[in-house]
Each structure stands twice: as structure tokens, then as C-alpha cells.
Nanobody
Framework: QVQLLESGGGLVQAGGSLRLSCAASGRTFSNYAMGWFRQAPGKEREFVAAISRTGSSTRYVDSVKGRFTISRDNAKNTVDLQMNSLKPEDTAVYYC???????????????WGQGTQVTVSS
């Protein structure tokens, strides 16, 4: 089993930046691709970004391309999401999750963290 703990959320003005971090424990971190998802109030959870086991491949939802960057450090068992040029529509609870291979499909992710709130004010 894998335990995931997100951190780094908070309140930021539009145009600002935040860096989310997800710390993993349990099984070997480098065996998993990782992803970030988000859920805004009243909306379904949606894919944001994913990174392969080695970090050589990444995927992004179109709405964050050029603004968000996913990265991982297998030595530290962490995956980060650098979020720049934040918009009010980025407001959501952000979750990290594991998958067997890099994917954008929520159903392929098995272990999930509890989430961290990101609020972007206009």
C-alpha cells in the first residue's frame, strides 16, 4: 500500500504562483507513475497532470499547459506541481495519485491522497 500526503495549498491572488508537493510512503515510489487531479466545488474531479516513473514523460490537461509543471524526485519520494499564472478557475482541491503507468484516466489511478485546497482570488 502507498500513503500520499499533499501540501502547499493556500490562498493566492490571480497571477500568482503556488507549489504543491506530494510525499509518498510505503511501497517503492519509483514503481509508480504519478498524477495530479483537482475537484472544484460542484464539479467532478478532473485530470491536471501526470508524470512517468522516471520523470521522462509528462501529460497535462490543455487548460494548464504552459502554466503548470509536474516534476518528481525519486530519491525523496516526492512529486511536485508548480503552478504559475494562477486563475480563479484553478480554485479546487488538488489530489495526487499513483498509477501503474503514465495516464490521464482517473480510473487507472489507485492510491490517492487526502487533497490540499488551492484558492485563487480575483
Amino acid at each position: 500500500q502507498v500513503q500520499l500526503l499533499e501540501s502547499g495549498g493556500g490562498l493566492v491572488q490571480a497571477g500568482g504562483s503556488l507549489r504543491l508537493s506530494c510525499a509518498a510512503s510505503g511501497r517503492t515510489f519509483s514503481n509508480y507513475a504519478m498524477g495530479w487531479f483537482r475537484q472544484a466545488p460542484g464539479k467532478e474531479r478532473e485530470f491536471v497532470a501526470a508524470i512517468s516513473r522516471t520523470g521522462s514523460s509528462t501529460r497535462y490537461v490543455d487548460s494548464v499547459k504552459g502554466r503548470f509543471t509536474i516534476s518528481r524526485d525519486n530519491a525523496k519520494n516526492t512529486v511536485d506541481l508548480q503552478m504559475n499564472s494562477l486563475k480563479p478557475e484553478d480554485t479546487a482541491v488538488y489530489y495526487c495519485a499513483t498509477s501503474g503507468g503514465i495516464s490521464m484516466k482517473e480510473t487507472l489511478f489507485d492510491y490517492w491522497g487526502q487533497g490540499t485546497q488551492v484558492t485563487v482570488s480575483s
